[in-house]
């Protein structure tokens, strides 16, 4: 199997830019939307959070067709560096600049392969080291560099349609545990009441009469220092408590003795708030 780059096997298609004087929040005659890097979800959310543009700042080819896909390539947030969902349909708009379009040549790849790797560990560390200190951030350049495995198109098909019903059940688990998760607050609604509101009475009490409330800590600079990474000691972001459903169990990256060294050890149990 040989590793091509992504601009062999598909067009790269650039965001589009438009000024802030330019975009409306709500529909406007001449006018088509434009969604940004919070429509790139579990799928693309091609009707929420638009900003309508006027047409003539959209080019054909940065229409988004079926299969193309979103990501995001460049944002505050390193956890959002890299992420990118697939369009199911042909959408009379496009995308922001802080994102990019993936549109396989259907002759040489699979969509739904090219989809799933640039989803796996593999791209997201390489993701990782994307440039910028505040603002992180892909080159379109640097993505059509990006070397991808290719095995022959019936081979990406296979592989495809393994994948492809794995995210399935993954997505019906998630579901299930959704529906979990509403039973368990209804519960606690019904034990304690609504904490906001406090309908049942309960004597109310200072954070600190019942806890320590801190901050993590990195002090080093630039945080993703290579010499800090990679040993022993586990790193939680922000990704991993927001995704934890109430229970951190996984981690992506770890720290060195020097990275724990700049940081804070955390002891089993406490309790992590975004």
Excluded at 160 to 170: F, G, P, S, T
């Amino acid at each position: 199997m040989k590793n091509v780059p992504l601009g062999d096997i598909a067009t790269l298609v650039r965001g589009v830019s438009f000024s802030k004087e330019e975009g409306s929040l709500l529909p406007l005659e001449g006018h088509l939307p434009v969604i940004r890097a919070g429509s790139i979800q579990e799928s693309l959310l091609l009707r929420e959070g638009q900003i309508w543009v006027p047409a003539d700042k959209i080019k054909s080819s940065q229409k988004i067709r079926i299969d193309d896909i979103v990501m995001c390539t460049s944002s505050g947030s390193s956890d959002l560096v890299g992420k990118c969902a697939r369009s199911t349909e042909d959408f009379d708009g496009s995308f922001g600049a802080f994102c990019a379009g993936i549109r396989a040549d259907q002759e040489k790849a699979s969509p739904s392969y090219l989809y799933h790797f640039l989803c796996s560990p593999v791209f997201k560390n390489w993701t990782s080291a994307s440039s910028g200190a505040n603002i992180k951030n892909i080159r379109v350049s640097e993505l059509a560099e990006f070397q991808v495995p290719l095995p022959s198109l019936p081979e990406q098909k296979r592989i495809a349609a393994i994948l492809d019903k794995a995210d399935a059940i993954r997505r019906k688990r998630q579901q299930a545990i959704q529906l979990a998760d509403d039973f368990l607050r209804a519960v606690f609604l019904d034990m304690f009441g609504d904490p906001v509101t406090n309908p049942k009475g309960w004597d109310l009490l200072p954070f600190s009469a019942v806890g320590t409330l801190d901050r993590g800590k990195s002090r080093h600079r630039p945080r993703n220092d290579p010499a800090l990474l990679g040993g022993i000691h586990p790193l939680i972001q922000t990704s991993e408590v927001a995704n934890s459903r109430g229970y951190i169990k996984e981690h992506s990256a770890t720290y060195s003795d020097l990275g724990l060294a700049q940081s804070k050890k955390w002891d089993a149990g406490t309790l992590c708030i975004m």
